[in-house]
């Protein structure tokens, strides 16, 4: 009985919904952001919470992905709706200071390089009792990885007890990013109007956020994807510091490699060696980042990247380093969904400009950094003993595809001869 009035309570509340999109929503309390402006108060906040509708600024809503579980958290009444963060003791554990990028409105565009500081930034709006929440935070970590650990065995990596600990632990500062996108300079970076780019988004989303289409004075979108998570080993000011030697990998999410350890490919290694060689460069006086991007499968997503498998692992002839990426195709419709043109943004926002060592075969990350204004001065693959042996298939397709290597590249009839296990021997 208690549960059914509960119940009843709640779907009546919930009967009256007024669309976004209705034209009393635009209401004169939303503070306007100048998207690049110096100082924060001319900025202006984001304002994505939903507690007071009239003071929001942006699209899309605070968490990412997982805005979904909180409304179903709400939905079953575990979550009061009306919550606002208490913020006390939340603060960034080291500041990130400004660089002259965040003040360039098209240099950093799927972030908010003010997010971290609310509290500084912003405390005059707080105290008015404007709902805004960080976008950004900073802590410490320690990391305990098994290859890590063996890098230490095999002499690879010593242990200073400052950057890697006795216990064989590495100390890192990590920094959660929530995507913020300010719509018109994402449209420039995909090179299509901004309308057109609403429009898209809007359709190929289901209609999920109506205001991109209705709205067109709302120019943020809080986007419903994953987060991004840099950790830095060393002086995060050095970050900034050209004449800091400065080793980079920026990795895209992998959960099967990067967590499980599944070994069809280098994911994990690549990983784990880019976190070995940046505590290193720490160690050496330098500064070292490994960013992680969640865009599982090529931001195809994991299901898709299952089935490519399949297909690969079935077709005639069995898994090829020849007809690598053609079956990605073949499933997926395109090789690859990442949009590299986007990631450059978190090292803008840490005011990177040079890279001396950056750990990547791709092309397409390293004419985006390039393209961005960041110098590259190395660009490293892994060891080859590093690789494992079914994950041979993919790595000599991309280095025949023209991914960077400083090793061999095999052709033709020889790339035909790197084959995976089959689903037989997989079984
Ligand atoms: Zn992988």
Same mark, same amino acid.
């Given at each position: ?15 009256? *919904?007024?669309?976004?999109? /209705? ?38 809503? =605070? ?18 709706? @009306?919550?606002?963060? @208490? ?21 950093? *565009?799927?972030? @908010? ?10 405390? $005059? ?18 990391? $305990? ?11 690879? #990596? ?54 991109? *289409? ?7 979108? #809080? ?102 990426? /053609? ?20 090292? =803008? ?77 997989? $079984?």
């Amino acid at each position: 009985m208690a549960i059914e009035k509960k119940q009843k309570s709640k779907s009546k509340k919930r009967s009256h *919904v007024v669309l976004t999109s /209705h034209s009393n929503q635009i209401f004169k309390k939303s503070l306007p952001i100048n998207w690049g402006a110096r100082d924060p108060m001319e900025r202006g906040p984001v304002v994505a919470t939903v507690s007071n509708k009239q003071n929001r600024n942006a699209i899309g809503s =605070h968490s990412g992905s997982y805005t979904v579980y909180r409304a179903l958290s709400i939905a079953a009444g575990q979550f009061p709706e @009306d919550h606002a963060p @208490d913020l006390e003791n939340t603060d960034p554990t080291v500041s990130i200071e400004p660089s002259e990028t965040w003040f360039q409105p098209e240099r950093i *565009v799927s972030l @908010d390089p003010l997010g971290a500081d609310i509290n500084k930034h912003f405390g $005059s709006y707080l105290k008015q009792g404007y709902n805004i929440k960080p976008t950004i935070a900073v802590t410490y970590a320690h990391l $305990s990885i098994p290859e890590v650990t063996e890098a230490i065995k095999l002499g690879r #990596l010593p242990v200073d007890g400052k950057i890697v600990r006795k216990s064989h632990d590495v100390k890192v500062t990590k920094i959660a990013i929530e995507p913020v996108w300010y719509l018109p300079g994402i449209a420039q970076r995909v090179g299509i109007d901004e309308g057109e780019l609403r429009k898209v988004l809007f359709t190929e989303t289901g209609g999920m956020f109506p205001e991109l *289409v209705t709205r067109p004075d709302l120019k943020l979108l #809080l986007p419903p994807i994953g987060s991004t998570t840099a950790y830095v080993f060393g002086d995060v000011h050095n970050l900034k510091k050209p004449g800091v030697e400065l080793t980079c990998r920026v990795h895209d999410e992998c959960n099967g490699s990067d967590v499980f350890g599944s070994d069809i490919c280098t994911c994990r290694p690549y990983l784990t060696y880019g976190i070995e060689d940046a505590a290193r460069t720490a160690q050496r006086g330098g500064v070292g980042i490994v960013v992680y991007f969640r865009k599982e499968g090529r931001a195809l997503g994991e299901v898709t990247k299952f089935l490519v498998y399949n297909a690969r692992k079935r077709q005639p002839g069995g898994d090829s380093a020849a007809t690598y990426f /053609h079956r990605t195709e073949c499933v997926a419709g395109v090789q690859d969904a990442r949009f590299q043109e986007l990631m450059p943004d978190v090292l =803008h926002y840490f005011g990177i400009q040079k890279i001396d060592h950056l750990h990547s075969m791709s092309n397409m990350k390293y004419d985006a950094i390039v393209g961005s204004g960041i110098k590259v001065m190395n660009r490293l693959s892994i060891p080859e003993e590093l690789i494992p042996a079914d994950a041979q298939v993919e790595i000599e397709a991309k280095k025949a595809a023209g991914y960077f290597t400083d090793g061999k590249v095999k052709k033709g009839e020889e790339l035909k001869t790197v084959v995976g296990r089959s689903i037989k021997e997989d $079984s």
